[in-house]
Protein backbone atom coordinates (compact mmCIF):
# COMPACT_ATOMS: atom_id res chain seq x y z
CA UNK A 1 0.00 0.00 0.00
CA UNK A 2 1.49 3.16 -0.80
CA UNK A 3 1.44 6.29 1.54
CA UNK A 4 2.59 9.93 0.73
CA UNK A 5 3.16 12.03 3.59
CA UNK A 6 3.51 16.13 2.88
CA UNK A 7 5.30 18.48 4.90
CA UNK A 8 6.58 22.10 4.86
CA UNK A 9 3.65 24.13 4.34
CA UNK A 10 2.96 27.25 6.55
CA UNK A 11 2.39 31.04 6.16
CA UNK A 12 4.92 33.69 4.97
CA UNK A 13 5.29 37.16 3.19
CA UNK A 14 5.30 37.33 -0.42
CA UNK A 15 9.39 37.09 -1.50
CA UNK A 16 9.64 34.78 0.90
CA UNK A 17 10.80 30.77 0.75
CA UNK A 18 9.23 27.02 1.93
CA UNK A 19 9.99 24.11 1.09
CA UNK A 20 7.91 20.94 1.09
CA UNK A 21 8.75 17.54 1.43
CA UNK A 22 6.76 14.36 1.05
CA UNK A 23 7.98 11.08 2.36
CA UNK A 24 6.19 7.65 1.47
CA UNK A 25 6.21 4.42 2.03
CA UNK A 26 5.28 1.42 -0.36
CA UNK A 27 6.68 3.55 -3.20
CA UNK A 28 10.31 4.34 -4.59
CA UNK A 29 10.55 7.87 -6.11
CA UNK A 30 13.60 7.26 -7.57
CA UNK A 31 12.84 5.14 -10.03
CA UNK A 32 9.47 6.13 -10.57
CA UNK A 33 7.99 9.88 -11.54
CA UNK A 34 6.74 12.04 -8.68
CA UNK A 35 5.23 15.39 -9.07
CA UNK A 36 3.09 18.60 -6.66
CA UNK A 37 -0.32 19.40 -7.86
CA UNK A 38 -1.87 22.57 -5.70
CA UNK A 39 -5.43 23.13 -5.28
CA UNK A 40 -7.51 26.18 -4.16
CA UNK A 41 -11.63 26.35 -3.17
CA UNK A 42 -13.52 26.10 -6.34
CA UNK A 43 -10.63 25.08 -8.71
CA UNK A 44 -8.99 22.43 -10.28
CA UNK A 45 -6.26 20.68 -9.09
CA UNK A 46 -3.08 22.03 -11.03
CA UNK A 47 0.14 20.42 -12.19
CA UNK A 48 3.22 22.16 -10.55
CA UNK A 49 6.07 20.22 -11.18
CA UNK A 50 6.69 16.86 -12.01
CA UNK A 51 10.09 14.96 -11.89
CA UNK A 52 10.45 11.07 -14.04
CA UNK A 53 12.92 8.53 -13.46
CA UNK A 54 15.45 9.96 -14.98
CA UNK A 55 15.26 12.85 -12.76
CA UNK A 56 14.22 15.43 -16.30
CA UNK A 57 11.73 18.32 -14.56
CA UNK A 58 8.74 19.76 -15.90
CA UNK A 59 6.87 22.85 -14.33
CA UNK A 60 3.79 24.72 -15.38
CA UNK A 61 5.04 28.21 -16.47
CA UNK A 62 3.86 30.29 -13.33
CA UNK A 63 6.61 28.97 -11.57
CA UNK A 64 9.39 28.39 -13.75
CA UNK A 65 12.75 29.75 -12.08
CA UNK A 66 11.25 30.09 -8.72
CA UNK A 67 10.67 26.42 -7.86
CA UNK A 68 12.78 23.31 -7.77
CA UNK A 69 11.72 19.72 -7.68
CA UNK A 70 14.04 17.17 -6.87
CA UNK A 71 14.19 13.69 -4.55
CA UNK A 72 16.76 12.28 -2.15
CA UNK A 73 16.95 8.19 -3.27
CA UNK A 74 18.24 7.67 0.11
CA UNK A 75 15.39 9.23 2.28
CA UNK A 76 12.71 8.09 -0.96
CA UNK A 77 11.90 11.84 -0.10
CA UNK A 78 10.11 14.20 -2.60
CA UNK A 79 10.78 17.95 -2.53
CA UNK A 80 9.39 21.04 -3.61
CA UNK A 81 11.69 24.02 -3.11
CA UNK A 82 9.64 27.53 -3.87
CA UNK A 83 11.25 31.03 -3.42
CA UNK A 84 10.20 34.39 -4.22
CA UNK A 85 6.33 32.80 -3.36
CA UNK A 86 3.80 35.40 -4.64
CA UNK A 87 0.28 35.79 -2.69
CA UNK A 88 -1.36 33.52 -5.96
CA UNK A 89 0.73 30.81 -4.90
CA UNK A 90 -1.25 30.66 -1.69
CA UNK A 91 -2.61 27.33 -2.04
CA UNK A 92 -3.06 23.23 -0.67
CA UNK A 93 -0.43 21.49 -2.10
CA UNK A 94 -0.07 18.05 -2.79
CA UNK A 95 2.32 14.99 -3.58
CA UNK A 96 1.59 12.88 -6.29
CA UNK A 97 3.05 9.47 -7.67
CA UNK A 98 1.81 6.23 -9.98
CA UNK A 99 2.35 8.33 -12.77
CA UNK A 100 0.24 6.76 -15.28
CA UNK A 101 2.92 6.16 -18.74
CA UNK A 102 1.97 8.25 -21.62
CA UNK A 103 -0.79 10.41 -20.07
CA UNK A 104 -0.47 14.09 -19.63
CA UNK A 105 2.83 15.12 -17.19
CA UNK A 106 0.78 18.00 -15.26
CA UNK A 107 -2.77 16.39 -15.24
CA UNK A 108 -4.19 14.73 -11.77
CA UNK A 109 -5.58 11.99 -13.69
CA UNK A 110 -2.94 10.85 -14.76
CA UNK A 111 -1.72 9.82 -11.02
CA UNK A 112 -2.67 7.16 -8.67
CA UNK A 113 -1.69 7.74 -5.57
CA UNK A 114 -1.94 11.26 -3.21
CA UNK A 115 -1.28 12.69 -0.18
CA UNK A 116 -3.43 14.52 2.35
CA UNK A 117 -2.33 18.04 1.40
CA UNK A 118 -0.27 20.79 3.46
CA UNK A 119 -1.50 24.31 3.33
CA UNK A 120 0.96 27.03 2.01
CA UNK A 121 -0.11 30.80 2.47
CA UNK A 122 1.39 34.01 1.28
CA UNK A 123 0.39 37.35 2.27
CA UNK A 124 1.36 40.51 0.49
Known amino acids: QVQLVESGGGSVQAGGSLRLSCATS????????GAWFRQTPGKEREGVAV???????TYTDSVKGRFTISQDNAKNTLYLQMNSLKPEDTAMYYC??????????????????WGQGTQVTVSS
Open 26 to 33: GYTFGSNY
Open 96 to 113: AAGYRKWWLLLRSNSYKY
Open 51 to 57: IDSDGRT
